[in-house]
């Protein structure tokens, strides 16, 4: 039962364009709102998160933006850099209980 | 070092055979969680070591799946009598403790590469 879903498994921009990474999520009860970027062979890294008070969080390049009622995050990095071309995920936490649910992750590639 | 290590990086083994990964957390991290990531998939939450509490298992996804935190840092998965279907990467991350928002933040390691043959 995938609670966090990344429907788009890839992505590619253009350099200098606005990437917009997606993600859904079912359970309501998610308070607490993540995204991780990772390289290959890497561990995931945090990059920036967000809690169900607010609806934007912004950090340089990096914003994410939280529809509660349609339970929607998505990321936007402007001006994608070749650097961001790495895997994405979206992660989640209910305000009870100690599991973060992770989704399946978006590739993507930003083209010089 | 200051990150999250794991150890071994990569590990082959022969289906039946036990296996242990290794995880250092980051120092003064009282949460340790462990994760796994099979090919296309998400990551799978496993298991979460919460200072000297009791662990919370209930993503472990068979009795053959086990873990220990010695001294609230250092921690061990073991794997017994491996299946293919085993084969993924694990991951472990830590964070500080369950204080406030920004505080759950996890941090990873960069995993070890099991492959069962």
């Known amino acids: 039962d995938q609670q966090v879903k990344q429907n788009s498994p890839s992505l590619s921009v253009q350099e200098g364009r606005i990437s917009i990474l997606n993600c859904d999520y079912t359970?309501?009860?998610?308070?607490?709102f993540l995204w991780y970027k990772k390289y290959p062979a890497e561990g995931p890294t945090f990059l920036i998160s967000?809690?169900?008070?607010?609806d934007k969080n912004e950090d340089g390049r990096f914003t994410v933006f939280l529809n509660k009622s349609a339970k929607h995050l998505s990321l936007h990095i402007v001006p994608s850099q070749p650097g961001d071309s790495a895997v994405y995920f979206c992660?989640?936490?209910?305000?009870?209980?100690?599991?973060?649910?992770f989704g399946t992750g978006t590739s993507l590639t930003v083209i010089p | 070092g200051a990150g999250v290590s794991q150890s071994p990086s990569n590990k082959v083994t022969e289906k039946g055979k036990d296996v242990e990964l290794r995880c250092d957390p980051i120092?003064?991290?009282?949460?340790l969680y462990w994760y796994r990531q099979s090919l296309g998939q998400g990551l799978e939450f496993l298991i979460y070591?919460?200072?000297?509490?009791?662990?919370?298992k209930s993503g472990l996804p068979s009795d053959r799946f086990s873990a220990e935190r010695t001294g609230g840092s250092v921690s061990t998965l073991t794997i017994q009598r491996t299946q293919q279907e085993d084969s993924a990467v694990y991951l472990c991350?830590?964070?500080?403790?369950?204080?406030?928002?920004?505080?759950?933040?996890?941090?990873f390691g960069p995993g070890t590469r099991l492959l069962v043959l």
């Open positions: 359970n309501s009860m998610f308070d607490y």
């Open positions: 120092s003064g991290h009282t949460a």
């Open positions: 992660a989640a936490k209910p305000d009870t209980g100690n599991q973060f649910y």
């Open positions: 991350a830590s964070s500080l403790s369950r204080g406030g928002v920004g505080q759950e933040t996890q941090y």
């Open positions: 967000i809690s169900s008070i607010k």
């Open positions: 070591f919460q200072g000297n509490s009791a662990p919370d």
